[in-house]
């Protein structure tokens, strides 16, 4: 054998090993990620970080010497939290709880508790931290909790309110924005599982 048919069929398989080993993107693959029609910003990341330290300020103010214990309900509040906590400057003890509400764009009245509470409440002051509330009732489903479990307070820390959507009669004591009753994505919050990374909040065009 020759030593330039050699060299061919050693490029010959080095390059079929090379296509072959390479991961490809199939037009089924991008398909996967179920998305809307279109998607407009609606909050930017200087209105975010406004509220967020709004929101901070006055918890330091009015729970100073409280040592209150931050409840994060996950998954949708983790941006918010992360943001909130940082801004935080009086003791505090941090706990998380997941429920959940939504199945695609819609809210449904069944809420499941996937994720409890460990922590003893008993004459604790505690400070649910959730990303959004518009009907509101995945958050009394949290409250009836708490309160069972003996909390002395429970104050209510939402970056987002919808108050056209909101179907309770419980106060909110800190909320960000108000909004209207748009469906949205972005800064924690997720179109079936998608979304939660980006640094703004878009509204949803179907």
């Given at each position: 054998?020759?030593?330039?048919?050699?060299?061919?069929?050693?490029?010959?398989v080095?390059?079929?090993?090379?296509?072959?080993?390479?991961?490809?993107?199939?037009?089924?693959?991008?398909?996967?990620?179920?998305k809307?029609?279109?998607?407009v910003?609606?909050?930017?990341?200087?209105?975010?970080?406004?509220?967020?330290?709004?929101?901070?300020?006055?918890?330091?103010?009015?729970?100073?010497?409280?040592?209150?214990?931050?409840?994060?309900?996950?998954?949708g509040a983790f941006?918010?939290?992360?943001?909130?906590?940082?801004r935080?400057?009086i003791?505090?003890q941090?706990?998380f709880?997941?429920?959940?509400s939504?199945?695609?764009?819609?809210?449904?009245?069944?809420?499941?508790?996937?994720?409890?509470?460990?922590?003893?409440?008993?004459?604790?002051?505690?400070?649910?931290?959730?990303?959004?509330?518009d009907?509101g009732?995945?958050?009394?489903?949290?409250?009836?909790?708490?309160?069972?479990?003996?909390?002395?307070?429970?104050?209510?820390?939402?970056?987002?309110?919808?108050?056209?959507?909101f179907?309770?009669?419980?106060?909110?004591?800190?909320?960000g924005?108000?909004?209207?009753?748009?469906?949205i994505?972005?800064?924690g919050?997720d179109?079936?599982?998608?979304?939660?990374?980006?640094?703004?909040?878009?509204?949803?065009?179907?």
């Amino acid at each position: 054998m020759s030593h330039k048919k050699s060299i061919l069929i050693f490029v010959t398989v080095l390059f079929c090993l090379i296509l072959f080993s390479v991961p490809r993107v199939t037009s089924s693959a991008l398909s996967a990620e179920p998305k809307p029609t279109a998607a407009v910003s609606q909050t930017d990341q200087a209105q975010i970080e406004q509220a967020v330290i709004t929101i901070a300020n006055r918890i330091n103010a009015d729970l100073s010497g409280k040592n209150p214990l931050f409840l994060i309900v996950l998954n949708g509040a983790f941006m918010f939290a992360a943001d909130l906590l940082k801004r935080i400057n009086i003791p505090c003890q941090i706990s998380f709880v997941k429920l959940s509400s939504y199945i695609g764009t819609s809210t449904t009245s069944a809420v499941r508790e996937l994720i409890g509470l460990d922590e003893v409440l008993t004459g604790r002051t505690v400070v649910i931290v959730e990303d959004i509330i518009d009907t509101g009732i995945t958050m009394g489903v949290t409250i009836d909790k708490l309160k069972k479990l003996e909390a002395a307070e429970v104050h209510i820390a939402t970056l987002l309110f919808k108050p056209d959507a909101f179907r309770m009669n419980y106060e909110i004591d800190y909320i960000g924005m108000e909004i209207p009753n748009d469906f949205i994505v972005g800064y924690g919050l997720d179109y079936d599982g998608y979304g939660r990374n980006y640094a703004e909040i878009y509204k949803i065009i179907e």
